[in-house]
């Protein structure tokens, strides 16, 4: 799959911190959260990052940042995903998920990429949530020897 948006780097860092600034600005409980993201791209690799985003009702909104290393293959992930709520089983809540990232290489070979998913999160504590997220992402010809599976482990809190 091919995927092509004409947005250059920096606008792309703009759009986020813009989305960041106004979900900030508007949150009744903006989500802070860390996580450890496993990369089974054809380049199997781990990776850690951090989310803000805030929930409004089933629908949700984040924006992320991951660090990806692996020698002269390092990745900074920037990633604008929503999310609904479709299921609550017991405590844990299922999301589908859906998003773009802008994906900048050590190697130079930059570009965007598309994901879809899934996620689960279960209350551990008052505000604490912890996630565990599934997403297949594809990108433009530049970048898709990053298509395949990722699999992130985190946790959430959300100043209420």
């Known amino acids: 799959m091919v995927v092509n948006f004409f947005i250059k780097k920096e606008n792309m860092k703009k759009i986020l911190f813009a ?39 089933k629908f949700g909104a984040e924006v992320g940042y991951n660090k990806f290393t692996q020698g002269s293959n390092d990745q900074d992930r920037y990633s604008l995903v929503g999310s609904y709520d479709v299921a609550k089983v017991g405590p844990v809540t299922l999301a589908v998920k859906g998003g773009v990232a802008y994906l900048d290489n050590q190697t130079g070979a930059n570009g965007y ?23 297949r992402q594809e990108g433009q010809s530049r970048v898709n020897a990053f298509d395949g599976n990722q699999i992130a482990v985190g946790l959430k809190y959300a100043f209420k």
């Open 113 to 135: 990429a598309v994901s879809a998913g899934v996620g689960a999160s279960v209350p551990v504590y008052k505000n604490l949530a912890a996630t565990v997220d599934y997403r």
């Open 19 to 57: 989305t960041l600034a106004t979900m900030a600005l508007s949150a009744s409980a903006v989500e802070v959260g860390v996580n450890g993201t496993r990369d089974y791209s054809g380049t199997d690799r781990t990776g850690y990052g951090v989310t803000v985003g805030e929930k409004f009702g």
